[in-house]
């Protein structure tokens, strides 16, 4: 079987500074909470106006032309978010027609914060096997809209931000690019990050008394998510090594889902690994759910972070629980 590999990446952050200060004005947080607790100092909100795939289709647009390639050679699209413009259909149609790409198949991936992860290793599945040469993969996140910026959200609202990223998956020869992807899931602990409305299991969906009782809003039990995450992401990111016959000290760079400092430098110590192993943007851009990872691996590889032949993890916790990861060979 041949490889795959990532041709070309990009990313796209609304213009729009939030700092940690100008949350001060909204709800009763302190700066120092915030940088203490998850590391964030500022992120990214859009304008009004802005939808997942606006976002999406910006990063894409430099991921394929670093690619070398034209929106007319993409034979397959993957979009993950959990912020899609519409609750119906999902935002990969958004991006097939705005690129103005061919009647190509758009396929929506919704499983939160490893959203990206799952979507590269259909990309990864595809390409290795020649189901399709060239697949576009965006993860891409408008969380602003739908935050709740009163002190009774502020543990959930601080610590999102809007942002996307996309890559470009094409064929390589065997044993360079994406060596292997790691899937998980652990429906049990679905209530303990989540957002209940609008739900199918009511009618309506959605009223006004799931508005009065802010279930339209994300509820997150910060205890639970951590815990697991720094169980999780070592164990994922151990499995992934042993399934290439590798360990720790191979690795060039750990990216992961850019979920809370604290998480990922509990990674860092799990795994034995020095603080700059493990990368991190997450004071600029807070946590982008399905855009993180790709936003990372963009600044990754445009700053000179990742050069060919390094040995790169992408790894990710999130809402399900679900977790993953990517291990690249770059
Ligand atoms: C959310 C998280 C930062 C909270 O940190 P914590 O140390 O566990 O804090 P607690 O939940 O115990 O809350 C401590 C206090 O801070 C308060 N608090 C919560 N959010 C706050 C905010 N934004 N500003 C100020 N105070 C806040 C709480 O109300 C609580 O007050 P109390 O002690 O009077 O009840 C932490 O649990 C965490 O990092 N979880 C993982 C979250 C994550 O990564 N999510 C993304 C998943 S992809």
Not at 74 to 91: H, R, Y
Not at 252 to 259: D, E, F, K
Not at 277 to 293: D, P, R
């Amino acid at each position: 079987m041949r490889g795959a590999r990532i041709l070309g990446t990009g990313r796209a952050l609304p213009p729009r500074v939030v700092t940690n200060a100008e949350l001060t004005t909204m709800m009763d947080t302190t700066e120092e909470w915030i940088v203490q607790r998850t590391g964030i100092r500022e992120r990214r909100f859009v304008e009004p106006g802005t939808g997942a795939s606006d976002l999406g289709v910006e990063a894409a647009r430099v991921a394929i032309e670093r690619a070398g390639l034209t929106p007319k050679d993409i034979q397959f699209l993957i979009f993950a978010t959990l912020s899609s413009d519409l609750f119906i259909p999902g935002a990969g149609v958004f991006v097939q027609e705005k690129m103005g790409m061919d009647t190509i198949g758009a396929l929506d991936v919704r499983t939160q914060c490893t959203g990206f992860l799952y979507a590269l290793s259909v990309a990864e599945a595809y390409v290795k096997s020649g189901f399709h040469d060239y697949v576009l993969v965006i993860g891409a996140e408008v969380h602003s809209t739908g935050l709740d910026m009163s002190t009774a959200g502020r543990d959930v609202s601080v610590i999102f931000g809007d942002g996307g990223g996309a890559v470009v998956v094409g064929p390589s020869e065997a044993g360079v690019g994406i060596l292997s992807s790691h899937l998980h899931s652990e429906g049990k602990y679905a209530r303990e990050l989540m957002t209940e409305a609008p739900t199918s299991a009511e009618s309506p969906r959605i009223s006004k008394e799931m508005l009065d009782d802010r279930r339209h809003f994300a509820f997150m039990n910060g205890r639970a998510v951590f815990n697991h995450a720094v169980r999780r992401f070592p164990e994922v990111i151990h499995e992934a090594l042993a399934a290439n016959g590798m360990t720790v000290s191979d690795l060039s760079i750990v990216i992961p889902h850019q979920a809370n400092l604290r998480i990922s430098q509990a990674v860092a110590k799990a795994l034995g690994l020095p603080p700059g192993k493990v990368f991190s943007n997450i004071e600029k851009y807070g946590n982008t759910t399905a855009a993180s990872v790709p936003i990372a691996l963009d600044e990754c590889a445009t700053e000179g972070r990742i050069r060919a032949g390094d040995l790169v993890c992408l790894a990710a916790f999130g809402s399900g629980f679900t977790w993953a990861s990517s291990l690249i060979r770059w």
